[in-house]
C-alpha cells in the first residue's frame, strides 16, 4: 500500500482543492465498479435473488411467528420444568 510522504501522487491530491479531490475519490470508486468480474456481479445478483426470497418467504409466514415476549415465555417455561 502506499503511504503518504511516499510517492508523490498523495502529495499532489492532497494539495487539489476539495473539489477536485471529490471528482478524483469519485472517479476512482467507480474505476472499482468497473473491474468487477463477471462472477462478482453474478454473485451479487444471486445474493439479491436469495434475499427477495426470504423476504417473500418471511412475510408468507408472519401469520405463523408468535410475538418475542410469548416466545420468551415458552423458552423460560421449558427451563423451569
Same mark, same amino acid.
Do not use: C, F, Y
Given at each position: 500500500?502506499? +503511504?503518504?510522504? &511516499? $510517492? $508523490?501522487?498523495?502529495?499532489?491530491?492532497? &494539495?487539489?482543492? !476539495?473539489?477536485? !479531490?471529490?471528482?478524483?475519490?469519485?472517479?476512482?470508486?467507480?474505476?472499482?465498479? %468497473?473491474?468487477?468480474?463477471?462472477?462478482?456481479? &453474478?454473485?451479487? +445478483?444471486?445474493?439479491?435473488?436469495?434475499?427477495?426470497?426470504?423476504?417473500?418467504?418471511?412475510?408468507? %409466514?408472519?401469520?405463523?411467528?408468535?410475538?418475542?415476549?410469548?416466545?420468551?415465555?415458552?423458552?423460560?417455561?421449558?427451563?423451569?420444568?
Amino acid at each position: 500500500m502506499i +503511504q503518504p510522504g &511516499e $510517492n $508523490n501522487i498523495w502529495k499532489t491530491a492532497l &494539495e487539489m482543492s !476539495r473539489e477536485d !479531490r471529490v471528482q478524483l475519490a469519485t472517479l476512482l470508486i467507480e474505476s472499482l465498479d %468497473e473491474d468487477d468480474s463477471d462472477d462478482e456481479q &453474478e454473485i451479487h +445478483q444471486e445474493w439479491l435473488t436469495e434475499l427477495k426470497r426470504r423476504i417473500e418467504s418471511s412475510d408468507q %409466514e408472519a401469520e405463523k411467528s408468535i410475538p418475542w415476549a410469548e416466545a420468551r415465555r415458552m423458552i423460560q417455561e421449558d427451563d423451569l420444568e
